[in-house]
């Protein structure tokens, strides 16, 4: 398994600004994604972290407005770019810790609202 | 595109009944089907991962089983608690290397004491 931990836990933000969440692993891991849930629905891909290259983002989903960094296998960043209210969401990352089993773990997820 | 359904979207049952929750999914062509717990406000825990090769897993009062080729998967909950309460969503990996999940849109629980 792996522990995860996201920061911040929550954040109320202003239309037209940008949050950066971060997200650490308390292992290495080499598949890292990002997630959204928008109020009441369930989860969407956003995009999977790649260590030392460029993201590779769900249709829809476009690295202006969310940029992410994977600088190493323990650690990524996803920020929300230029913010409106229909990006208010619980953003999570996940990671699979690798071996043949591919079990998805989750960190607690940020609550973004944006007012 | 693989889509992923949940029947019911929502129970209400007394405490202690047994109970079932299904799951369905669009492309039979799946790595994994995992289980999860999503308490109110909060990320997921991880239940069960069923791998395709597999029929059933269990843990504890869960069960769960997996129909590869008719596309479906049944959480049962044996006694069910108060505690069982929350939301539960069933997921799928592909089988063509994209790790990534497809979640269905959950069932939310109510065990009432």
């Known amino acids: 398994s792996a522990v995860i931990s996201q920061k911040p836990s929550r954040d109320i933000c202003q239309r037209g600004t940008s949050l950066t969440i971060q997200c650490q692993v308390d292992s290495q891991v080499t598949m890292m994604f990002w997630y959204r849930q928008q109020p009441g629905q369930s989860l969407t891909l956003i995009a999977t972290?790649?260590?030392?290259?460029?993201?590779?983002?769900e249709s829809g989903f476009v690295i202006d407005k969310f940029p992410i960094s994977r600088p190493n296998l323990t650690f990524s960043t996803l920020t929300v770019s230029n913010m409106s209210p229909e990006d208010s969401s619980i953003y999570l990352c996940?990671?699979?810790?690798?071996?043949?089993?591919?079990?998805?773990?989750f960190g607690p997820g940020t609550r973004l609202t944006v007012t | 595109k693989q889509e992923v359904t949940q029947i019911p979207a929502a129970l209400s049952v007394p405490e202690g009944e047994n109970l079932v929750l299904n799951c369905s999914f669009t492309d039979s062509a799946i790595y994994n089907l995992q289980w999860f717990r999503q308490d109110p406000g909060k990320g997921l825990t991880s239940l069960l991962l069923i791998q395709s090769s597999q029929r059933e897993q269990t843990s504890g009062r869960l069960n769960a089983s997996l129909d590869k080729s008719s596309g479906r998967s049944t959480l049962y909950i044996a006694a069910s608690q108060p505690g069982d309460s929350a939301t539960y969503l069933c997921a799928v990996t592909q089988d063509t290397g994209r790790r990534a999940l497809t979640f269905g849109s959950g069932t939310r629980l109510q065990v009432q004491p």
């Open positions: 996940s990671v699979a810790p690798g071996g043949r089993r591919y079990e998805q773990y």
């Open positions: 972290a790649n260590q030392g290259s460029e993201a590779t983002y």
